[in-house]
């Protein structure tokens, strides 16, 4: 059995996970870091919605900060996170469609490296 403290941060990540918004934020910050100007642009909402949902992900250590000057970058907590919203957005594509944009080449999806330096799908 799992220690129930690791359980109810498990949960909670899950619970972070369930709104459209946070998704979109933390797949935009696959591989790379933006601040909230640029991530409010990516998702399509204000500046003010986009730093409430960064605070929940940071509070919950999804996402962390770094600040040059007056401008704060995030980038996602380790790469367990990137793992977990692809995870998530692949299996959902597959839920959805015959063939799944992530197994096609052509389709321009981004896919995670492997340990090895590979490509996943």
Known sequence: MLPGEQVDLAV??????SDATRIQLLWALIDRELSVNELADHVGKTPASVSQHLAK????????????GTS?????????????????VY???HATAAVPDHHRPDAG????PTSRGEVSS
């Open 12 to 17: 909670e990540v899950f619970r972070m996970l």
């Open 57 to 68: 992900l940071r509070m919950t250590r999804l996402v962390q900060t770094r600040r040059e």
């Open 72 to 88: 704060v970058y995030y980038r996602l907590e380790n790469d367990h996170i990137a793992q977990l919203v692809t995870d998530a």
């Open 91 to 93: 299996n959902a594509d």
């Open 109 to 112: 999806v981004s896919t995670l």
